[in-house]
């Protein structure tokens, strides 16, 4: 048992004594050597350096190599160049190609879950992206920044959406939402001197709460099969009243001709009896006997067989018929020419 724990003298052991000018020269070179370190820092190219000098703002540094004053100054980074974002109603534990969310404990869903101006309830996840525009508002001007803008986008928010109906809320009112909340949230960013810049305000997800989710999905059904409906009904209105106003106005328009050409042929007909009337009384033996010649060449045309009788004629004297001799004369000519093909 002696041979496997052995005891150790330790007054044997005696401490080098170093000379007091070798330990000065040695702590004055470490004293140095950190003082060294700390006087050079990088800033990298989507950052600026804040430098406090005993806790004062001194300047601002831009990406590259610099140098500060060992044990006075301080060096703060500020990232100017990177898009910064807040979640709100959730959080993002894993980004990549399968993003990972944190479960919904009580204080994220009373922070999603918001009152519409039509009082019913919704469930509102969103994104707030922002840049640093000036490093020294938003390290100095206001106290605890990240908690302040975090509580200013939220009431700014429930504001936005108070003022609009649970309706638009979900669906079509989103943009206008979002447009809204990022004019409002950087009019107060600038009246507080917080140098951001809000890049974007995105709705992530809007859903009514769980426990009304299928009567708001029978809602929603119901909408679609109205708006589906009101749309056949007008396909129908636009297929079947433009082509009767068409027809009608072809009728219209039909009737109007008509009419004008009835108007018309009265109206020359008019004047041409007037025109009659006027040449029959200036010479009536003429215009009687035109009138007769004119009748009788639109009506003898018109008679099939004619017998001309003289005045004074006693008896009447047959004459050769003309037209049966051509009809005789065409039918010996045909007979004829049918005879000749049969041989």
């Known amino acids: ?145 990240e908690g302040t803008f975090r509580a200013m986008t939220e009431a700014v928010m429930r504001e936005t959406v108070g003022d609009r109906t649970v309706t638009e809320v979900v669906t079509v009112g989103r ?16 009246q507080y001197q917080m140098g951001i810049t809000i890049d974007q305000v995105v709705l992530q997800d809007v859903n009514p709460p769980d426990p009304v989710k299928p009567s708001w999905d029978e809602v929603s059904q119901a909408q679609q099969q109205r708006d589906q409906l009101i749309n056949v009904a007008l396909a129908e209105y636009n297929a079947v009243i433009p082509r009767a106003r068409g027809e009608a106005e072809q009728t219209i328009l039909q009737a109007e001709g008509y009419a004008l050409d009835r108007v018309n042929r009265a109206q020359g007909e008019a004047a041409r009896f007037a025109a009659v009337e006027t040449a029959y009384r200036q010479s009536p033996n003429v215009t009687r006997q035109r009138l007769y010649l004119e009748t009788m060449q639109r009506i003898l045309p018109q008679v099939g067989r004619k017998v001309f009788v003289a005045e004074g004629a006693t008896g009447v004297l047959p004459l050769l018929s003309l037209d049966g001799g051509a009809r005789a004369a065409t039918s010996a000519l045909t007979g004829a020419q049918a005879a000749g093909g049969g041989q």
């Open 1 to 145: 048992m002696d041979e496997q724990f052995r005891v150790v003298d330790v007054s044997k052991f005696k401490v080098p004594k170093i000379p007091w000018r070798t330990a000065a020269a040695g702590i004055a070179a470490l004293f140095v050597l950190v003082g060294l370190l700390g006087a050079v820092y990088q800033i990298e190219p989507e950052e600026v350096g804040v430098v406090l000098r005993f806790g004062k703002y001194v300047r601002t540094t831009e990406p590259g190599l610099h140098f500060k004053i060992p044990f006075a100054e301080d060096m703060l980074r500020v990232p100017v160049q990177r898009q910064l974002k807040q979640e709100f109603g959730f959080r993002t534990t894993d980004a990549g190609v399968r993003t990972e969310y944190a479960d919904r404990d009580g204080q994220l869903g009373e922070e999603s879950v918001m009152l519409t101006g039509d009082l019913n309830v919704a469930v509102v996840e969103w994104i707030v992206q922002y840049r640093v525009s000036d490093p020294y508002e938003y390290l100095f001007r206001v106290r605890g920044l």
């Open 175 to 190: 943009q206008e939402i979002e447009s809204a909340v990022e004019a409002r949230l950087q009019e107060m960013t600038n």
